[in-house]
T-cell receptor, first 114, second 112 residues
Framework: DTGVSQNPRHKITKRGQNVTFRCDPI?????LYWYRQTLGQGPEFLTY????????KSRLLSDRFSAERPKGSFSTLEIQRTEQGDSAMYLC????????????FGNGTRLTVT | SQKIEQNSEALNIQEGKTATLTCNYT??????LQWYRQDPGRGPVFLLL?????KEKRKERLKVTFDTTLKQSLFHITASQPADSATYLC???????????FGGGTRLMVKP
């Protein structure tokens, strides 16, 4: 168990550019979640997958945000046409399917939009 | 509207004392409540989970209570240590689907 891995750890981009983040979950976990966290706040749920199926995406912040998990393993989160308000920590977590299983978080990707 | 409230002010306590953190919620009916610890620049780390039909859960120096009438959970750390200094987050799960809703967290500072 190597934990949840997120890349890159930091990303600085200019407004209007597209960015993509990657998450590698714990291998035996079939659920994968994306959260966003801004300074001084708790994580905010964005979307989640069970295997390759995206089961909830209504809370993605806008249509500029999209996520994929093509083979039910790693996932990517893309933000198109970034805005300064997108600057935040983007956290990925994974869990087992059963009940309310604990989430195992990665250490996040910190995005700065200039 | 739905709210999860944790004390946004930092809690400062002396080493060896018991720290008590509060999580209050409004307009939720959580099936589960979880507590996480978060250190600066790191992702949250799971600590404890308590179900709606459980009053109390313990793990080593940690204790969580869950009062669905008061709509409140208390998180206790006994014999606190400087290494316990971190931000503590509570999170609600309404339908056991694991789409957790987090509070804003409380920062705990334990002084030697």
């Amino acid at each position: 168990d190597t934990g949840v891995s997120q890349n890159p750890r930091h990303k600085i981009t200019k407004r209007g550019q597209n960015v993509t983040f990657r998450c590698d979950p714990i291998s035996e976990h079939n659920r994968l979640y994306w959260y966003r966290q801004t300074l001084g706040q708790g994580p905010e749920f964005l979307t989640y997958f069970q295997n390759e199926a995206q089961l909830e995406k209504s809370r993605l912040l806008s249509d500029r945000f999209s996520a994929e998990r093509p083979k039910g393993s790693f996932s990517t989160l893309e933000i198109q046409r970034t805005e300064q308000g997108d600057s935040a920590m983007y956290l990925c977590a994974s869990s087992l399917e059963s009940g309310s299983s604990p989430l195992h978080f990665g250490n996040g990707t910190r995005l700065t939009v200039t | 509207s739905q709210k999860i409230e944790q004390n946004s002010e930092a809690l400062n306590i002396q080493e060896g004392k018991t720290a008590t953190l509060t999580c209050n919620y409004t307009n939720y009916s959580p099936a589960y409540l979880q507590w996480y610890r978060q250190d600066p620049g790191r992702g949250p780390v799971f600590l404890l989970l308590i179900r709606e039909n459980e009053k109390e859960k313990r793990k080593e120096r940690l204790k969580v209570t869950f009062d669905t009438t008061l709509k409140q959970s208390l998180f206790h750390i006994t014999a606190s240590q400087p290494a316990d200094s971190a931000t503590y987050l509570c999170a609600l799960d309404e339908d056991a689907g694991n789409m957790l809703t987090f509070g804003g967290g409380t920062r705990l500072m334990v002084k030697p």
